[in-house]
């Protein structure tokens, strides 16, 4: 068995970025920005929604009474930490990565059953956030000091690249909060057999999926009453206007959700409450917008498990146990390779 002495775990956090603290490179901002906004139906992608500010209004959904997805997990995980600990720690010292961390509260549950449980890990977050690695490393030194911890800071693809690095070590890999549900069903399918190129045998992922279900309850967590959801979603634009030099006038622009029963996905727009024009200085081009012109700015899908089954079948996983809450709104689900 591969052994590893405890490390302190105040490691220099490993630096995939270029850019300083959790800012994505402003000039692939603006490309983006500039094609999404050039299209014949109008595109920005949810992944600019994380500055500090997206980060925050994500907490609060979090803390919406309409947004399920979090305490179904949270519960799954509380309710059934002991089994979940042992199955993907069954094979001695492995590394437990983490993709898009964040505050690891979720995590945190199975890192302190796996401490109970002796077993041997290390735990490797990774997050696009500097700043939130930095908190959650500090954190964790003081509330588990005998964890290592190495943080990564990067996009999911570059912290692949760390999977690759370390081919030969054991492996269990998070993939929570059904964080691939804003992926396209291409692109969940391409993720996955990258994840399991980098993954050997015995190695794990451990993947939150939010379930269907009846489509007034999806439709409800992504369109709030209290408007917290309006606010993450406008803070887009109000993100262009900030790092971009853009003049998009948030009242003039208003969150629209739906939510599409038969392909399981929930699909928000941002709806231009008038004709008008918007300039933005990065990219040197003034768009337009008719009434009620919609930029789409994010897909979250929602999946049976009969689909979880298939995507593992194609990517060359097999599901080894479904974890579930009560309601049966969510799942977290123990892939694993052969
Ligand atoms: C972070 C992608 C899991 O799709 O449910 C929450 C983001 N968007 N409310 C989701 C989100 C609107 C969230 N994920």
Redesign the pocket.
Known sequence: MKTLTSTPNKLPLVELHKEPDGSVSKAAFAKDVEAGLSKKNKTLSSRYFYDSRGSQL?QD?MALPEYY?TRSEFEVLTDQKEAIAAEVAAEGFFHLIDLGAGDALKTKILLRELHKQKQQFDYVPVDISGHAMQELTERLHHELPDVPVQAVVGEYIQALEWLQEHKSERKVVLFL???I??FTSDESMAFLKIVRSYLGSGDKLLMGMDLRKDPNTILDA?DDKTGV?AA?NLNLLRRINEELGGNFDLNCFSHYATYDPQAGVMR?YLVSRKRQEVWIEAIGKMFSFTAWETIHT?N?HKYSLEQAQEMGKATNFSIETVFLDKNQYFADILFAVK
């Open positions: 994500f959904i997805l909060g059904s964080n549900g804003n992504y959801t993450f928000s994010e979250s």
